[in-house]
T-cell receptor, first 117, second 112 residues
């Protein structure tokens, strides 16, 4: 499967615990994005990387959230001291600025569903 | 205020019938408008992408239209199938930018 993959698909944790999600983008896609989606809403932008550089972070990304893409391939999103309000679907997407992708089309992964008890 | 508004919020249709979903946006300027299908518990999958100069784009039984003057788009589903049950999200992309603006989606339920 050459699509975007995310792990785990589901995570249940207790309030105050730390969690880490992983995203593997489509091979050779240089851009990687993280979104958060709550029930009945569209995805909200959190942050994005071009290669290993994190170029923008949304105000939604509090200091409890950190994302990395150390080698410009996979990325991790860590949430420290989780709160019940962090419960959501966390989506990863990737795209490429190379070639003929004039639409900068983003391809989404299946998401990680986080439930904070 | 969200820059992409979708209506209706949800709808139920019988298998085989047609339906039309609406999207109004205020994002300006914009590069392209996309419709995504999102099955429950899954990530969004692209159905159509239109630039500001395109009026219509089809993908099988899905047909999207765009009126850049009125900033409106619609997605028409023809001869609906049970597998069309999903959330349909309208997404607007500004030029040369990664920051997509998402609508809240329309939840479509197709019943036998």
């Amino acid at each position: 499967d050459t699509g975007v993959s995310q792990d785990p698909r589901h995570k249940i944790t207790k309030r105050g615990q730390n969690v880490t999600f992983r995203c593997d983008p489509i091979s050779e896609h240089n851009r990687l994005y993280w979104y958060r989606q709550t029930l009945g809403q569209g995805p909200e932008f959190l942050t994005y990387f071009q290669n290993e550089a994190q170029l923008e972070k949304s105000r939604l990304l509090s200091d409890r959230f950190s994302a990395e893409r150390p080698k410009g391939s996979f990325s991790t999103l860590e949430i420290q001291r989780t709160e019940q309000g962090d419960s959501a679907m966390y989506l990863c997407a990737s795209s490429t600025t190379r070639g003929r992708n004039s639409y900068n089309e983003q391809f989404f992964g299946p998401g990680t569903r986080l439930t904070v008890l | 205020k969200n820059q992409v508004e979708q209506s209706p919020q949800s709808l139920i249709i019988l298998e085989g019938k047609n339906c039309t979903l609406q999207c109004n946006y205020t994002v300006s300027p914009f590069s392209n408008l996309r419709w995504y299908k999102q099955d429950t518990g899954r990530g969004p999958v692209s159905l159509t992408i239109m630039t500001f100069s395109e009026n219509t784009k089809s993908n099988g039984r899905y047909t999207a239209t765009l009126d850049a003057d009125t900033k409106q788009s619609s997605l028409h589903i023809t001869a609906s199938q049970l597998s069309d049950s999903a959330s349909y999200i309208c997404v607007v992309s500004p030029p040369n930018d990664y920051k997509l603006s998402f609508g809240a989606g329309t939840t479509v339920t197709v019943r036998a």
